[in-house]
C-alpha cells in the first residue's frame, strides 16, 4: 500500500507574551521588534497576549486589565500593524481553552514534572500550593501555537523546552488518531539580543521582577532615564574586543554589545569591528543614544495609546474575531476526530 502523503500546512507564524507586568527592553529585543520584522516576510503573522497563561498565578484584576492594554500597546507603537498581522488577547478566543483541555488529556505527567520552568518556579517552595494551571500551562501554549496550525514560533532559549512538549504533544495526538492533523512547529530563535541580560549583573536575565529598576530599561522610560541608566549599566575595566570571541567570560561587555547589535540590526561582527579597542567611556554614549533613538518614539506611543482605551480594546477585539474564523473549523475537526458528538458539521 502507498504512503498516506504528508499533510501541507500553511506557513503561519504564531507567539505570544504573558500581560504580567510592565515591558522592558528584553520584551522588546528578544520578541516584539521580531514580531514587527516578521509580519513583513510573506507569512501570516499572529501574535497574542496571553491573559489566561498570567493567571497561573494570582493576578490583581485592575492590573491584569491595565496590563493587558499595554502590551497591546507596546505590540503596537513598536510598529505591529492590525492589518497585516492579527493581534488580540487570549481570553477572548474561547477555543484556546477547550483544545488545551484536549492536550490536557494527551499530554502525560512525566512530560510536565520534567519542564525546567516548573521546576524553576517551585524551587524552594511547596509545589504542592502551586496551581494545576501553572503545572500544565505548557499544554495550554501547546494548543495556543497548534489551534492555528502554526508552522513556525519565535521564542528565546528559555522557551524551547516548551516548544518541543508541543512538537511532542501534536506527534503523539497524530499517532493515538491515525491521523497527520497537527504539524510539527519549528522554533524560530535568532536574533544578536534574543536573551538580554541586567544592566546590573550581565549573568542574570532582564527581568521586570528584580527589585532593581536600574537593571533594567522599561519601554516605558522617556529618554532622560534610557540614557542614564546605559551610562550606569555595570561594565569590566577593559576595552572592547576586535572580535565576537572576546567577549566569553565577559558577560556585561557581551550584553551591552548584543543590546547595540540589536537595536542598530547589526552584526556583532561589525560592532566590534566599529569599536573594538575602544573603552566604554566611549561605547555607552554612543549605545545611549542609539537607545533613546530606537525606544523614546515607542514609549512616547505607548503613553499615547494608554491614553486612549478604546481604541485599544477595539483592534484586540477585531483581531479576536479573525482568530475565531481560523480557529473555529480547527477546533470542530479535532473534535470530530477524537469522537465528540455535536452539531452537524457544515
Known sequence: MADTPKAQFKPRVFSGIQPSGGLTLGNYLGAIKRFVD????????????????????????????RQTRELAAGYLAAGLDPAKSILFNQSQVSAHAELGWV????????WMNRMTQWKDKTAGKNAEAESLGLFAYPSLMAADILLYHAT????????????????????KFNHDYGVDFFPLTEPVIEGAATRVMSLRDGSRKMSKSDPSDQSRINMSDDADTIARKIRRARTDSEPLPSEARGLEHRPEARNLVNIYAALADRPVDRVLAEFGGRPFSEFKPQLADLAVARLAPISAEMARLMDNEDEIDRILSRGAARAREITAPVLRATYDIIGMVGPKRI
Request: hydrophobic share 40%.
Open 152 to 171: 513556525h514560533v519565535p521564542v528565546g532559549e528559555d522557551q524551547k523546552q516548551h516548544l518541543e512538549l508541543t512538537r511532542d504533544i501534536a506527534a
Open 103 to 110: 492536550f490536557n488529556c494527551v499530554a502525560r505527567m512525566g
Open 38 to 65: 516578521m509580519q513583513d516576510s510573506g507569512i501570516e503573522t499572529i501574535y497574542c497576549v496571553v491573559d489566561m497563561h498570567a493567571i497561573t498565578t494570582w493576578q490583581d484584576p485592575e492590573a491584569l486589565r
